[in-house]
């Protein structure tokens, strides 16, 4: 079965550490996983795709499928940063799916 | 110019009434989805339609229909509210697979909050 876990419920820092929010998945092919972000009260924004390799505000994320991750790391946090960050997986080949983790609150403190 | 625009934006109504959310998009997308992001902020698939075909019916009460009068289209009726379907409910939209294996990520609406007392 497809399953995506994001281990931590809340990831609280101080502004200028750095931040890695884990994300593991369960799937036996070959995934898509994307980073999704949701500010307060906003609407869900596609923050990284793996097959992109990019980074977008500073955040990357590697997908390893030895240990079958795809934590988002930034070297500096910052205040911005807080907002829900949801981690998700689509399976090659099907309808575009999206199966979503249960999400990680990273709260930035001055 | 608004990519997915929902309403309305908050829905407050009593245990027992029908209610619609409506959404629209205008990215020229094939595939529109509802999810239900619960009080705990978990996010579930619903319904997923790809040019007007249903293609995605999740476990999902049959109160619940899904109705795509076009595929800029993806309009939710709930039927018989109950106290548990109070959520904040997404509609989102994607890019056709033209090649297999790659999804180009969702698009999201801004989320209806439903409460229902």
């Known amino acids: 079965a497809q399953r995506v876990t994001q281990p931590e419920k809340l990831l609280s820092v101080f502004k200028g550490a750095p931040v890695e929010l884990k994300c593991n998945y369960s799937y036996s092919g070959s995934p898509e996983l994307f980073w999704y972000v949701q500010y307060s009260r906003q609407r869900l924004q596609l923050l990284l795709r793996h097959i992109s390799r990019e980074s977008i505000k500073g955040f990357t994320a590697d997908l390893n499928k030895g240990e079958t991750s795809f934590h988002l790391k930034k070297p500096f946090a910052q205040e911005e940063d807080s907002a829900m960050y949801y981690c998700?997986?689509?399976?090659?080949?099907?309808?575009?799916?999206?199966?979503f983790g249960q999400g990680t609150t990273l709260q930035v403190k001055p | 110019d608004t990519a997915v625009s929902q309403t309305p934006k908050y829905l407050v109504t009593q245990m027992g009434n029908d209610k619609s959310i409506k959404c629209e998009q205008n990215l020229g997308h094939d595939t529109m989805y509802w999810y239900k992001q619960d009080s705990k902020k978990f996010l579930k698939i619903m319904f997923s339609?790809?040019?007007?075909?249903?293609?995605i019916n999740e476990t999902v009460p049959n109160r619940f229909s899904p109705k795509s009068p076009d595929k800029a289209h993806l309009n939710l009726h709930i039927n018989s509210l109950e106290l548990g379907d109070s959520a904040v409910y997404f509609c989102?939209?994607?890019?056709?697979?033209?090649?297999?294996?790659?999804?180009?990520?969702?698009?999201f609406g801004s989320g209806t909050r439903l409460t229902v007392v």
């Open positions: 989102a939209s994607s890019q056709e697979r033209l090649n297999p294996g790659l999804n180009y990520g969702y698009t």
């Open positions: 998700a997986l689509t399976a090659s080949g099907n309808t575009g799916k999206l199966i």
């Open positions: 339609y790809n040019n007007k075909e249903l293609i």
